[in-house]
C-alpha cells in the first residue's frame, strides 16, 4: 500500500523537486544574462513554461487520488528525470538570446501547449498521467482524430522549443532520449489500450500514433 501511495505521488515529486532546483537556477541565470532584452526575453519563455507547468499540476494531485497503475513500466519517472536533466542543462549553460531562435522556440512551445492542452480538455477527468485502460469509447475528435497520442506529440514539441532556446549538448541528448521514452511509452500504452474493442476501430480510422504521415 505505501509504495502505491509512493508510485501515484512521483508525478507530483518530480514537479517539485524540479522546480525547486530550476527556479533557483533561473533566478540566477536572470542576473548573469546582463542585456535587458534578453532578460525580458528570458522571462517570457519563463512564464509561458510555468504557466502551462502549473496548469498540469491538478492532474498531478488528482492522481493521488486514483489507483496505482503498473503499466507505465517506469516510463514516467524517468521522463521526470530527463526533464529536469534537460531544463537544468540548458539553463545553466544559457549566456544570451537570439531573438530568431528564441522566436521559433517560442511559436513551438506555445502550438505545443495549445496540441497538449486540447487534447487533455477532451479527455476532461479521466485523464491521467499514468497508463491506465479505456472505460467506454475513446475520443475520436479534435487532434485525435489525427494521431492517437496528441497529448505526448504537444509536450515533445514544447520541450523542443525550449531546447532550441536553452540549446547545449547535454539537453539535446536528454531531448532525444525524451523522444525515445516517449515513443516506448507510446508502444506500451496501446498494448494496454487495446484491450478496449472500441479502441481497435478507433486504430483502424486514426492510423498515425504520435507523427502525422510517419507513425
Known amino acids: 500500500?505505501?509504495?502505491?501511495?509512493?508510485?501515484?505521488?512521483?508525478?507530483?515529486?518530480?514537479?517539485?523537486?524540479?522546480?525547486?532546483?530550476?527556479?533557483?537556477?533561473?533566478?540566477?541565470?536572470?542576473?548573469?544574462?546582463?542585456?535587458?532584452?534578453?532578460?525580458i526575453l528570458f522571462l517570457i519563455m519563463c512564464i509561458i513554461y510555468l504557466a502551462w507547468s502549473v496548469w498540469e499540476i491538478r492532474i498531478s494531485l488528482r492522481e493521488?487520488?486514483?489507483?496505482?497503475?503498473?503499466?507505465?513500466?517506469?516510463?514516467?519517472?524517468?521522463?521526470?528525470i530527463i526533464k529536469n536533466i534537460m531544463i537544468f542543462a540548458g539553463l545553466l549553460s544559457l549566456d544570451n538570446i537570439n531573438l530568431?531562435?528564441?522566436?521559433?522556440?517560442?511559436?513551438?512551445?506555445?502550438?505545443?501547449?495549445?496540441?497538449?492542452?486540447?487534447?487533455?480538455?477532451l479527455v476532461g477527468e479521466s485523464y491521467s498521467h499514468r497508463i491506465r485502460e479505456i472505460v467506454g469509447t475513446p475520443i475520436m475528435t479534435g487532434p485525435y482524430k489525427i494521431i492517437r497520442h496528441p497529448s505526448y506529440l504537444g509536450t515533445l514539441i514544447i520541450h523542443t522549443g525550449l531546447v532550441l532556446i536553452l540549446f547545449n549538448y547535454i539537453s539535446l541528448i536528454a531531448l532525444i532520449l525524451w523522444y525515445a521514452n516517449a515513443v516506448y511509452r507510446v508502444i506500451?500504452?496501446?498494448?494496454?489500450?487495446?484491450?478496449?474493442?472500441?479502441?481497435?476501430?478507433?486504430?483502424?480510422?486514426?492510423k498515425y500514433r504520435l507523427f502525422p504521415l510517419i507513425w
Open 1 to 39: 500500500m505505501k509504495l502505491d501511495k509512493i508510485s501515484a505521488a512521483m508525478p507530483m515529486v518530480y514537479t517539485v523537486v524540479g522546480y525547486s532546483l530550476n527556479i533557483s537556477l533561473l533566478v540566477y541565470r536572470c542576473f548573469k544574462l546582463g542585456n535587458p532584452i534578453d532578460i
Open 188 to 206: 506500451s500504452e496501446e498494448v494496454v489500450l487495446l484491450r478496449n474493442i472500441y479502441y481497435k476501430d478507433y486504430i483502424k480510422k486514426t
Open 64 to 80: 493521488l487520488k486514483l489507483e496505482a497503475s503498473t503499466n507505465d513500466k517506469s516510463t514516467l519517472e524517468i521522463a521526470g
Open 100 to 121: 530568431i531562435i528564441w522566436t521559433i522556440g517560442i511559436v513551438l512551445i506555445i502550438g505545443g501547449i495549445y496540441i497538449r492542452v486540447s487534447a487533455i480538455k
